[in-house]
């Protein structure tokens, strides 16, 4: 499984942004993906993830301004952030959840200056 994350850029607080992920090779192993973020200095976290059948998890910070969305004939799961802040300043990875493995995509840099 190969995952390729886009969309990362510089916005202003209170702007939006949507990453996307394309995933390729074994992709009907996946059971769940997911978006995570590293902030500098700081481990990296969950930022929500989705299931195949479409349950979704959030990281408390994130509720209500970001939507994490999947699109299984593409291969794709997308998040759509939304008033964004500077705290959410760092590099975010996506992730594919197989029962055998965990895959990572290389990571997006998303900026939010104040």
């Known amino acids: 499984v190969q995952l390729q994350a886009s969309g990362g850029g510089l916005v202003q607080a209170g702007g939006s942004l949507r990453l996307s992920c394309a995933a390729s090779g074994s992709i009907f192993s996946i059971n769940v993906m997911g978006w995570y973020r590293q902030a500098p200095g700081k481990q990296r976290g969950l930022v929500a993830t989705i299931t195949n059948s479409g349950s979704t998890n959030y990281a408390d910070s994130v509720k209500g301004r970001f939507t994490i969305s999947r699109e299984n004939t593409r291969n794709a799961v997308y998040l759509q952030m939304t008033r964004l802040k500077p705290e959410d300043t760092a590099v975010y990875y996506c992730?594919?959840?197989?029962?055998?493995?965990?895959?990572w995509g290389q990571g997006t840099l998303v900026t939010v200056s104040s």
């Open positions: 992730k594919g959840v197989t029962n055998l493995y965990d895959y």
